[in-house]
């Protein structure tokens, strides 16, 4: 017994009858798996799964369309390019479609381009002014309508205070020379005073010529051009006629004075056509202006049944609808209170 006993204790202790050591593995565990390269390709598909099922089950967000978001106007698009005269362009002002439109309305109905006479205010042709053009109504449509809108939330006067939008058309060699949007005469200061401010929207875009150039401008021989500009615009600061954009200048200084700065022109065309589209604000409401024609109803100019025979009633409506009523037929149909 005892014998045996001590036998199996020296086996315990033998070394050689100890348990052999386990081999090491060839093959990796997950931890092997989470180190290294393998640990960043793991986390890379881990992640791109993650974008599938949320691409998947994520519920497409449409954000809610404003009211009236086409009225608004979008100051990062703005940029001043002269405090003397106070001059603002206007990046895509209107869109592609909103220019054809205007077009399109007043394709068939242009008419020689007229001057106001610095005393009497009457209109009459004048080789100072060589394009065509034509005034639409106010409101005239739904598209017309926003513009008129978007126009009174930019330059943040009163929409009752502009004129209806005229549309102008510049051919090759056709020009506007140097001239101010403030009125010399009393007459049309009568109609909502000065025109205060100029929205002057470009419809088309002009390869050569037919830049707005502002010659008094302050500084304006610093602005840099290449020979993609017109000799004319070089004459002072200049805006190209690029579709869609649209220039705000101010005819007044802020106390009220006429701005001499703000004398302006539309260069030559030299290469293509040009579509612009001028609207004038006044310095107070141009739409509600009581007037009382002699007589009740009459023209006020020998040659208004000239005038309107020619198809000024349709093509200059503004001052045609208020001092030749009786030779355009609107006695009955339109009141001034």
């Known amino acids: 017994m005892g014998s045996a006993k001590v036998k199996k204790e020296i086996k315990r202790k033998d070394p050689h009858n100890a348990r052999p050591a386990r081999k090491k593995s060839h093959k990796r565990s997950i931890s092997d798996l989470s180190s290294g390269s393998n640990m960043k390709i793991g986390i890379l598909v881990i992640l791109a799964l993650g974008f599938l099922l949320c691409v998947v089950k994520m ?3 449409k954000p809610k369309e404003e009211k009236n978001s ?11 390019i002269s405090w003397k005269p106070r001059v603002f362009l206007y990046k895509g002002f209107l869109s592609g479609q909103e220019c054809d439109h205007l077009i399109m309305l007043a394709k068939k109905k242009l008419a020689k381009s007229k001057v106001a006479n610095d005393k009497s205010g009457e209109g009459y042709l004048s080789e100072v002014r060589t394009s065509s053009g034509m005034f ?17 939330n930019w330059a943040l ?11 102008l058309r510049y051919e090759h060699g056709q020009k506007y020379e140097p001239h101010y949007d403030f009125f010399v005469d009393k007459k049309n200061q009568k109609q909502g005073g000065h025109r205060l401010a100029t929205v002057l929207m470009y419809l088309s875009d002009v390869k050569l010529g037919g830049e707005t150039v502002f010659p008094n401008a302050q500084f304006g021989h610093l602005q840099f051009k290449d020979d993609t500009w017109s000799d004319c615009a070089w004459e002072g600061l200049a805006v190209k006629s690029v579709k869609g954009d649209a220039v705000l200048f101010f005819n007044l200084n802020p106390d009220g004075t006429t701005d001499p700065k703000s004398l302006h022109g539309s260069c030559p065309v030299i290469e293509g056509e040009k579509w612009s589209a001028p609207n004038w ?14 007589d009740n109803c009459c023209d006020e100019h020998e040659k208004c049944r000239m005038w309107a025979d020619s198809g000024e009633c349709n093509t200059n409506t503004d001052y045609m609808f208020r001092y030749c009523r009786h030779s355009c037929k609107v006695c009955g149909a339109m009141t001034d209170e």
């Open 59 to 61: 519920p497409v967000f």
């Open 281 to 294: 604000i006044h310095v107070g409401s141009y739409e509600n202006q009581s007037y009382t024609a002699p």
């Open 157 to 167: 006067l009163p929409e009752e205070n502009a004129e209806t939008i005229q549309i």
């Open 70 to 80: 086409t009225f608004e106007f979008n100051p990062a698009k703005v940029k001043q």
């Open 136 to 152: 639409l109504k106010k409101r005239q449509d739904e598209i017309v309508d926003r513009i008129e809108k978007r126009i009174a």
